[in-house]
């Protein structure tokens, strides 16, 4: 049994930062074939089942998607919307450079990646204590889950991806969701042979990371 109060060394708090800084998106290109080992997938799931959530709801469900004949109408959502970004991308003036960008981008990795994994909200019927105010910290309860799930996988070297550029529920009917659950996020996980140093988007120069100073504000925002 692990000590829940132990007191964390410096060294440790390195690591954390490491891994959150190593930690990437996933895409199509890097993945690998190979299986993922039955007990990661499970070391990936309890740490998801270990997020913060609004009043202990707990409100996530996770649906494993192996089936190649699922994933290919995932894959066909993401063609579609994929096809209706271009479009939003095109209409908002992006410039030509900027429009042949994005269309080189790989930008999920559905049935390159070993397993996907549907993550759904599943709303609680009543009250939920912290949620009366803010109804959808619900939904950032998953998210919570969603980001455990990222970090215990880099830990254990196996990339993931999040694919947000799909129809919900185009997802919910192919994996049967009841009508009342909202899909989340949908991952993509797998072994790889690199991560990348930084974001891809970085790399490519689509956006640049913020520093401190720009996102960090004492007391109110100015005038
Ligand atoms: C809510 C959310 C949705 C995302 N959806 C997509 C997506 O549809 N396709 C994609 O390629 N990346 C997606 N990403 C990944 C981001 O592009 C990526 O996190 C960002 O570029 C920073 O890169 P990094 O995660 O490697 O640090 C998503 C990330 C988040 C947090």
């Known amino acids: 049994m692990s000590d829940r109060n132990q007191q964390f060394q410096p060294d440790q708090s390195d690591l954390l930062m490491e891994l959150l ?6 895409r199509g290109n890097l993945f690998l074939a190979d299986e993922l080992d039955q007990a990661d997938i499970d070391q990936i799931l309890k740490a998801a089942l270990h997020a913060p959530s609004v009043g202990f709801s707990q409100p996530w469900e ?14 066909d959502s993401f063609f579609a919307e994929n096809q209706k970004a271009l479009e939003q991308f095109r209409a908002g003036n992006y410039d030509a450079a ?5 269309q ?5 990795g559905i049935t390159e990646s070993a397993l996907n994994i549907a993550v ?7 009250p939920v204590l912290g949620q009366t105010s803010m109804p959808d910290m619900g939904r950032y309860s998953v998210v919570c889950a969603v980001q455990n799930m990222w970090l215990m996988a880099r ?13 919900p529920e185009k997802v919910k009917t192919i994996v049967n969701a009841p009508a009342d659950r909202e899909l989340i996020a949908y991952l993509c996980l797998g072994k790889v042979d ?3 140093d930084q974001p891809e988007l970085e790399t490519l120069g689509w956006e640049a990371r913020k520093a ?12």
């Open 21 to 26: 800084a190593a930690r990437r998106d996933v």
């Open 62 to 75: 996770f649906v494993l998607v192996l089936d190649k004949v699922q994933r290919r109408q995932v894959a």
């Open 98 to 102: 900027k429009l042949e960008q994005y």
């Open 104 to 108: 080189a981008l790989k930008l999920e």
């Open 120 to 126: 759904f909200y599943n709303p609680k019927k009543g």
């Open 155 to 167: 830990s254990l070297n196996i990339g993931m991806g999040w694919v947000s550029i799909l129809d």
């Open 194 to 196: 690199q991560f990348y």
């Open 212 to 223: 401190t100073s720009q996102v960090v504000l004492s007391g109110h925002y100015p005038e």
